[in-house]
Structure formats: structure tokens, C-alpha cells
């Protein structure tokens, strides 16, 4: 399984179709069971973080303004003049 996994990365544009026919017909399973496995085998990047995590944040007198702006162009039945 593992090998398959480093096969199909390694592989280049259009080649991985014939690397997972091979390894579903030596191990007798459907492409989407073998991809399945693969997913559980292989070590995958977390997602990148954001610069600005953290330090980014409304005043209070921003999200006050932007809270009246919404109830403002809210109609008596609920719709919204603008989002």
C-alpha cells in the first residue's frame, strides 16, 4: 500500500491511472476502496496559516457601525436591502 502510495505521487501527469489499475488488480479491490486506503496510508501537509492570524479584529466602534448599517437596510419582513 505504501509503495503504491509513493508510486502514484511520484508519478507524473497521466501516469497514476495505470499505477492504481495495477494495484487494484494485485489486490483485488475497487478503485475507490484502493483510494480510500491510500488516503489512510498517506501523510498529507496541514493547511498554511495566516500571516495576520490573531492580529486582526474589529474596534468596537467598526462592528457597531457595521451592525447599523445591517439593521438599517433590513425591511419589516426580514429581506435585506444589500449584504
Known sequence: M?????????????????????????????RATLLRRLKEVSVTDKRKKRADAGRSALTRDEAALISATLREATRKNGKRLYS
Not at 505504501?2 to 475497487?30: P, Q
Open 2 to 30: 505504501v509503495e503504491t502510495a509513493r508510486a502514484a505521487r511520484d508519478a507524473g501527469h497521466g501516469k497514476r491511472g495505470a499505477i492504481y489499475d495495477a494495484a487494484c488488480a494485485e489486490l483485488g479491490m475497487s
